[in-house]
């Protein structure tokens, strides 16, 4: 604990805070608003209509938005193809593929998770 001198009447323990780097938590912050700012900019020529229960649909129109779906909705997060979709979006997010190089394996994957698309 340190000792610090409060207006020069008494003494007051103050106890730190341990083992918390601000800058590595502002990284980190910084990388997340970066990734986000991508995902949002990495688009599909043909973005994909996916079909809800009740009349309701989802627009995905990227690799990153087709992520986020997978995350959230996804009934069974397993199978071949789930498998192959997650591995191209993150491709090209990370710019090693065309962001259309993950829009066949993702449809792929909604057919075999029995996904309504259009």
Known sequence: MQLAEES???LKKIAPIKNFDFSLTHKKVLMRVREEIKMHKMEWKVPIAVGGGHGTHEILRGPGDALRFMRRHWPE???????????????SLADAIPPDGSRLPFVAAMIEADIMFV
């Open 8 to 10: 020069g009447r008494s």
């Open 77 to 91: 997060k397993h199978g071949l193809f789930y498998k192959m979709a997650e591995s191209r979006c993150r491709e």
